[in-house]
T-cell receptor, first 115, second 116 residues
Framework: DSGVTQTPKHLITATGQRVTLRCSPR?????VYWYQQSLDQGLQFLIQ???????AKGNILERFSAQQFPDLHSELNLSSLELGDSALYFC??????????????FGPGTRLTVL | GDSVTQMEGPVTLSEEAFLTINCTYT??????LFWYVQYPGEGLQLLLK?????DKGSNKGFEATYRKETTSFHLEKGSVQVSDSAVYFC???????????????FGGGTRVLVKP
């Protein structure tokens, strides 16, 4: 158990809909990261928040947004869903903003299926 | 940009066989290197890491040495067990871009199947 929790575990929805994925980081970790794992794109970094502020952005679509709240939990919002958004979405957390000794710990993931 | 290339699987082995998974990288700065493992139906777990050249990461019988001259971080285990069946991901975090955060760049993953 990494200490990172994600809800829900599974999500099935229809095209055009909007969903929210939730992540609680390990106790004391200030950074939260979101990754998408799909069969065709592999594991891709989406976005990082550090202590409530966006700090790094990857291949995140404009239809997707995220935020980190004062209690440090984070939400990833996916809207106008398309079939291609079906994937496993991982949240990870780490203690620092950046640095070689900083390790990212991953949650169990949310499997999103868009029908 | 940064990239990680690892051998494609699946790799099928018998118990007690020697395992090697090749990983090479390109990076603009001084990356830290990681191996993560994903067991069926689970999230990613950190297996080992190395933060500078010639460092050797090790855990649970797995080892990998950071080779700057060959830009490689190959994963090895001397005697695999059925419980080692999983997908293994090589990843890097580039230290030169501290101000921009700490994203991990992953390889495509290598599925390993160990048969009794």
């Amino acid at each position: 158990d990494s200490g990172v929790t994600q809800t829900p575990k599974h999500l099935i929805t229809a095209t055009g809909q909007r969903v929210t994925l939730r992540c609680s980081p390990r106790s004391g970790d200030l950074s939260v990261y979101w990754y998408q794992q799909s069969l065709d794109q592999g594991l891709q970094f989406l976005i990082q928040y550090y202590n409530g502020e966006e700090r790094a952005k990857g291949n995140i679509l404009e239809r997707f947004s995220a935020q980190q709240f004062p209690d440090l939990h984070s939400e990833l919002n996916l809207s106008s869903l398309e079939l291609g958004d079906s994937a496993l979405y991982f949240c990870a957390s780490s203690a620092l903003l950046a640095g070689g000794t900083d390790t990212q710990y991953f949650g169990p993931g949310t499997r999103l299926t868009v029908l | 940009g940064d990239s990680v290339t690892q051998m494609e699987g699946p790799v099928t082995l018998s118990e007690e066989a020697f395992l090697t998974i090749n990983c090479t990288y390109t990076a603009t700065g001084y990356p830290s290197l990681f191996w993560y493992v994903q067991y069926p139906g689970e999230g990613l777990q950190l297996l080992l890491k190395a933060t500078k050249a010639d460092d050797k990461g090790s855990n649970k019988g797995f080892e990998a040495t950071y080779r700057k001259e060959t830009t490689s971080f190959h994963l090895e285990k001397g005697s695999v067990q059925v419980s080692d069946s999983a997908v293994y991901f090589c990843a890097l975090s580039d230290l030169m871009i501290k101000a921009a955060g700490n994203k991990l760049t992953f390889g495509g993953g290598t599925r390993v199947l160990v048969k009794p």
